[in-house]
């Protein structure tokens, strides 16, 4: 091998463990809050039951995750406005690491009674207590129209401030 093939060969091997060559750690961010997310409460059997499953699973993967009980129906505009901002994402920063275990009215009304969880207004949202009924706090009804997400959102997040 020549003088030069050698420089030449030398110098591609030190490209290559330059390139392979660890860079220093930068420091991380802390991670983005979780989304907020929906889960859809449809599975038969007494709601109080599910909600305490539900808000163990979801606690298990993530300590800081609140859940909250919501009931709405089809039929209901603020919370087809509410649906609609949820799925759009719009709601992530505002009500992170939240997780609304949706009810639909029509479908679940008798069972949602039997767990302490009445109200005449759509959408309601209400705070499940350690046995899974509700705690008696919520929050019941919305406004119509274009401002009915931002009536609600001081609303569900006072809801969710800690108490004491």
Same mark, same amino acid.
């Given at each position: 091998m020549?003088?030069?093939?050698? &420089? @030449?060969?030398?110098t591609?091997l030190?490209? +290559?463990?330059?390139?392979?060559?660890?860079?220093?750690?930068?420091? %991380?961010a802390p /991670?983005?809050?979780?989304? !907020?997310?929906r889960?859809?409460?449809?599975?038969?059997g /007494?709601?109080?039951? &599910?909600v305490?499953?539900?808000?163990?699973? #979801?606690?298990?993967? *993530?300590?800081?995750?609140?859940v #909250?009980? $919501?009931?709405?129906?089809s039929?209901?505009?603020?919370? =087809?406005r509410? @649906?609609? !901002?949820?799925a759009?994402?719009?709601?992530?920063?505002?009500l992170?690491?939240?997780t &609304?275990?949706?009810? *639909? #009215?029509?479908? *679940?009304e008798?069972?949602?009674?039997? !767990?302490g $969880? @009445?109200?005449d207004f759509?959408? @309601?949202?209400?705070? /499940?207590? /350690? *046995?899974?009924?509700a %705690?008696?706090?919520?929050?019941?009804?919305?406004i =119509?129209?274009?401002? !009915?997400v931002?009536? +609600?959102?001081? =609303?569900?997040?006072a809801? #969710?401030?800690p108490?004491g």
């Amino acid at each position: 091998m020549t003088r030069r093939s050698q &420089l @030449h060969v030398a110098t591609l091997l030190s490209g +290559l463990l330059l390139a392979c060559r660890a860079s220093p750690p930068t420091p %991380s961010a802390p /991670p983005p809050p979780r989304a !907020a997310e929906r889960v859809v409460a449809a599975a038969p059997g /007494p709601v109080a039951e &599910l909600v305490v499953r539900e808000r163990m699973r #979801l606690v298990a993967s *993530d300590p800081a995750r609140r859940v #909250l009980v $919501y009931v709405g129906a089809s039929w209901c505009e603020p919370c =087809k406005r509410f @649906h609609d !901002a949820f799925a759009a994402g719009a709601l992530d920063s505002k009500l992170p690491h939240v997780t &609304l275990l949706e009810f *639909d #009215l029509d479908r *679940d009304e008798a069972r949602l009674e039997a !767990a302490g $969880y @009445h109200s005449d207004f759509v959408p @309601h949202f209400a705070v /499940p207590g /350690p *046995d899974g009924r509700a %705690s008696g706090q919520a929050v019941r009804g919305a406004i =119509k129209g274009d401002g !009915a997400v931002d009536f +609600l959102l001081p =609303k569900l997040e006072a809801l #969710l401030r800690p108490s004491g």
